[in-house]
């Protein structure tokens, strides 16, 4: 069975960091890119950023650029998302995907002061 199980949200001032995680098993970690993907209050999807299956290329949305990073064990099979100089428009769920199409259940991050 395919789970992708995401911590590391919660509730930070403006300016702040956090690091997700998401913990994959139940497939071959290593052979997948991977990515993560939010969903504000009352807005779709967006595809925050995304890695291959070796961490080797990355890409980010516009509105992370500089701010987010991506990275990758897959040793320990596991995805994470560096969020710095948070701001409240970055209040969201964040969901850890496949590049297969599997979901985590989201981690709810909120940035107020």
């Known amino acids: 069975e395919v789970r992708l199980v995401e911590s590391g949200g919660g509730l930070v001032q403006p300016g702040g960091s956090l690091r997700l995680s998401c913990a994959a098993s139940?497939?071959?970690?290593?052979?997948?890119?991977m990515a993560w993907v939010r969903q504000a209050p009352g807005k779709g999807l967006e595809l925050v950023s995304f890695?291959?299956?070796?961490?080797?290329?990355?890409s980010y949305a516009d509105s992370v650029k500089g701010r987010f990073t991506i990275s990758r064990d897959n040793a320990k099979k596991t995805l994470f998302l560096q969020m710095n100089s948070l701001k409240p428009e970055d209040t969201a769920v964040y969901y850890c995907?496949?590049?297969?199409?599997?979901w985590g259940q989201g981690t709810q991050v909120t940035v107020s002061s």
């Open positions: 995907a496949s590049g297969f199409g599997s």
């Open positions: 139940g497939f071959t970690f290593r052979d997948n890119s």
């Open positions: 890695t291959n299956s070796d961490g080797s290329s990355t």
